[in-house]
């Protein structure tokens, strides 16, 4: 069955069709901050290539598709940043603690330091698990209605 997409049905093993395209969740990553929770999908494309793909619950649902930038090494600027023709301004950061599920990369649980900076266009974020290398990842907002979870139905 073919659903809108509900962060409940979000779990390592399920198929979900994002913009048209087939991606399978093969990790999940469970935020905490303070009491507030959100969770990040490690997904992969036929290609094998891992994504993710984050649901905040900012003013209702976000869904944000990221795209790993390894061609990026060093850690966090200042306040404004400069990339790809773009200026990113700072927009939060924090220490979180997770817990993983499935094929994250990531320890079972510990903590991640992040650095988040935004545009009119998308989202720029500086992540380091467990006191590791910054990693850097490119993220844009995706349109909820666009992103479909599939499941079995009990009896189907």
Do not use: K
Not at 120 to 137: H, K
């Amino acid at each position: 069955m073919r659903a809108e997409l509900t962060a409940s049905q979000v779990a390592p093993g399920a198929v979900l069709e994002l913009e048209g395209l087939p991606f399978t969740v093969v990790g999940t990553l469970h935020f905490d901050m303070d009491g507030v929770r959100w969770t990040e999908h490690c997904i992969e494309s036929e290609s094998g290539r891992p994504e993710w793909l984050s649901i905040r619950p900012r003013g209702g649902v976000t869904v944000v598709h990221w795209t790993s930038r390894n061609d990026l090494d060093g850690a966090p600027g200042g306040e404004l940043l400069e990339l790809d023709g773009r200026t990113w301004e700072r927009s939060g950061s924090g220490t979180v603690g997770y817990t993983a599920r499935g094929h994250t990369g990531t320890g079972r649980s510990g903590s991640c330091d992040f650095v988040e900076y935004a545009d009119r266009d998308g989202l720029l974020v500086f992540e380091s698990f467990d006191g590791g290398v910054w990693e850097t990842s490119v993220g844009r907002l995706v349109d909820r209605a666009l992103v479909r979870s599939y499941r079995e139905v009990a009896g189907g």
